[in-house]
């Protein structure tokens, strides 16, 4: 199995700060299939990134993803009020999917 | 617009079945398929399985595979999900989600049902 470490855990940032959350994985990711998703309480999650750098139709420009191999990044460049929550990354290049563990993103 | 709509939540008893429905409309059946995924109290997302909406075929993470069956109608776009032998750690928000079919299987998750709730408590 593909195992998938997220780090950190908790990011504390104010509105207007940038975020970097990382995704590294236990084995390298076939053809960069990774993707990020971003989920509020109460809510399904929604797609952000995949193919590790794509947004997904709709996501603002500031959210933007990297990375090859094992280890990839999601950075948000200006974080507006409405992107506190949970982020998880997924890998779909193997049979069986697997998402990393999220990382919690709270107002400082 | 693609929408997946999912029945409501349910309450069972360890030992006991549920069946989960996850009605899809808004893009062609045949063309995606339909995974499960489950988010226990707080905790992160787990992947079950999935079904192709193509030929009904299925793959099931091991952690469920003997308890786990998926299955579709084709004649109205329905995807079921059954989980048998319900466990306490069954408990959680059960989502149906929409992705394409690669080569090695399920792509990326493009669209989520609302999430069914199964409380699994004695």
């Known amino acids: 199995e593909l195992v998938l470490t997220q780090s950190p855990g908790t990011l504390s940032l104010s509105p207007g700060e940038g975020a970097t959350l990382s995704c590294g994985a236990s084995?390298?990711?076939?053809?960069?299939?990774l993707a990020w998703y971003q989920q509020k309480p109460g809510q399904a999650p929604r797609l952000l990134i995949y193919?590790?750098?794509t947004r997904a139709t709709g996501i603002p420009a500031r959210f933007s993803g990297s990375g090859s191999g094992t280890d990839f990044t999601l950075t948000i460049s200006r974080l507006e009020p409405e992107d506190f929550a949970v982020y998880y990354c997924?890998?779909?290049?193997?049979?069986?999917?697997?998402f990393g563990q999220g990382t919690r993103l709270e107002i400082k | 617009q693609v929408q997946l709509v999912q029945s409501g939540g349910e309450v069972k008893k360890p030992g006991a079945s549920v069946k989960v429905s996850c009605k899809t409309s808004?893009?062609?059946?045949?063309?995606?398929?339909i995974s499960w995924v489950r988010q226990a109290p707080g905790q992160g997302l787990e992947w079950m399985g999935w079904?192709?909406?193509?030929?009904?075929?299925?793959r099931y993470e091991q952690k469920v595979q003997d308890r786990v069956s998926m299955t579709m109608d084709t004649s109205t776009n329905l995807v079921y999900m059954e989980l048998r032998s319900l466990r306490t750690d069954d408990t959680a928000v059960y989502f149906c989600?929409?992705?394409?079919?690669?080569?090695?299987?399920?792509?990326?998750?493009?669209?989520w049902g609302q999430g069914t709730l199964v409380t699994v408590s004695s």
């Open positions: 989600v929409r992705h394409l079919i690669g080569v090695g299987g399920p792509y990326y998750f493009d669209s």
């Open positions: 808004g893009y062609i059946f045949s063309n995606y398929g």
């Open positions: 079904i192709s909406g193509h030929n009904g075929n299925t």
């Open positions: 084995q390298s990711v076939r053809s960069n299939f």
């Open positions: 193919g590790a750098s």
């Open positions: 997924q890998q779909y290049g193997s049979s069986l999917i697997t």
